[in-house]
């Protein structure tokens, strides 16, 4: 069994009931873009790089990690990654980068609350509570069930 495999059955174990796979669903995505959009926000010497520069350090390294996991998870995170970048360099332009952190406090809060209250419907604890790997892997279990959706193999 290939390592992805063992990963993403494990994490499904701890998500069985519906309620919650449908939380994760939308909550999981609004984590990973709330996360980037926080790390679009570190300051950086404006002499030398631009805002985004910890978005795209952190983004090409989880991209490795997945790669290593997946090559056809990691493409698929790559263009969700490309489009929350995108999302990220407009709001920052509309509201700046206070106002874009603003947003991304608040999205991450409340998709967090999202996300417990579906393991409250599943009777079980979130899976990086038993390793903390599982954080990364909640971005590729919710990508694999659109694939899946989609007939795309993994």
Not at 87 to 97: C, Q
Request: net charge positive; aromatic share 18%; charged share 10%.
């Amino acid at each position: 069994m290939r390592r992805i495999e063992e990963l993403l059955g494990n994490y499904s174990n701890d998500h069985q009931n519906s309620s919650n796979q449908s939380m994760h669903l939308i909550c999981v995505p609004l984590i990973v873009w709330s996360v980037t959009a926080a790390l679009w926000c570190i300051p950086v010497p404006a002499a030398i790089l631009k805002p985004g520069f910890w978005f795209a350090f952190t983004v090409f390294f989880t991209w490795m990690y997945y790669w290593k996991l997946s090559k056809s998870l990691a493409l698929g995170a790559l263009v969700g990654f490309v489009g929350f970048g995108f999302i990220n360099y407009l709001l920052a332009a509309k509201f700046g980068l206070n106002g874009l952190l603003k947003i991304a406090v608040v999205v991450f809060v409340v998709a967090w609350i999202g996300q417990f209250i579906g393991h409250i419907w599943e009777g079980k604890r979130p899976s990086f509570f038993t390793d903390m790997v599982y954080l990364m892997i909640g971005p590729l279990w919710t990508l694999n069930k659109l694939y899946k959706k989609a007939g795309i193999a993994i």
